[in-house]
């Protein structure tokens, strides 16, 4: 298990609790407006193991939950171990997911180690690999989406509303995944670091914040659970 970065304490990340938030290096997707580019670009750090055991182990008791994001977390080789040693601290996780390995979420399903999943709905599955790079088919995240409702675990969907998605393509959306307990819209902020052969894309105007509420409101029709932030 490798961490690359980690943010001591966080109040935005798990709802309603403090937490860590840990980074992890390396992902299967190449969206271009990643805001954690230098996890995918070979630049990033990586922290001593025992450096973040040992903050975990003071911080028991004093943080609520530990967030395990990237990156992409199911690329991890060690994650369930790693999750199952800081859960014996007392620890309440939460994973981040692009939801492309359903299969390791299976897994992590059947030995109840995650209290709470994000799962990142990027695009219009008809347009996952336009807008997230190739060998990205949507139908992996769907079937992620479909375990985390099966098992009855707590979980929220989220959408970053980048400028290339216009209303019909969040309609679409919302129609193509079954009702989820929460779904979060998230307006697009415009990376500190891109490719080049992004900078175009990066730069398109985001929605503004009464923008995105009009979108949440027509989306409740298919999602009950919406929000926007």
């Given at each position: 298990m490798i961490i690359s970065g980690m943010v001591k304490s966080s109040l935005v990340d798990y709802p309603g609790m403090v937490s860590c938030v840990l980074f992890v290096p390396g992902c299967n997707y190449d969206c271009?407006?990643?805001h954690n580019r230098s996890l995918l670009d070979g630049t990033h750090q990586i922290l001593p193991a025992e450096y973040v055991?040992?903050?975990?182990?003071?911080?028991a008791g004093l943080l609520d939950a530990v967030v395990i994001t990237g990156g992409e977390p199911t690329l991890q080789k060690?994650?369930?171990?790693f999750i199952k040693s800081i859960k014996r601290l007392g620890y309440r996780i939460k994973l981040d997911t692009n939801g492309s390995?359903?299969?390791?979420?299976?897994?992590?399903?059947e030995n109840d180690v995650c209290d709470y999943f994000a799962v990142d709905y990027k695009a219009p599955a008809a347009r996952y690999e336009e807008i997230c790079g190739s060998n990205s088919p949507a139908g992996t995240v769907l079937e992620t989406i479909r375990l985390l409702l099966k098992s009855d675990s707590c979980?929220?969907?989220?959408t970053t509303v980048i400028p290339q998605l216009q209303e019909k393509d969040l309609l679409h959306m919302a129609q193509e995944l079954p009702a989820v307990p929460r779904y979060v819209l998230n307006r697009y902020r415009i990376p500190d670091k891109h490719k080049e052969s992004d900078r175009l894309r990066i730069m398109g105007k985001p929605y503004s914040q009464e923008e995105i509420n009009s979108f949440v409101t027509l989306m409740k029709k298919y999602q009950p659970n919406m929000a926007g932030y």
């Open positions: 271009f407006y990643c055991e040992d903050f975990l182990q003071k911080r060690g994650l369930l171990p390995s359903p299969s390791v979420v299976a897994d992590l399903l979980f929220e969907v989220r």
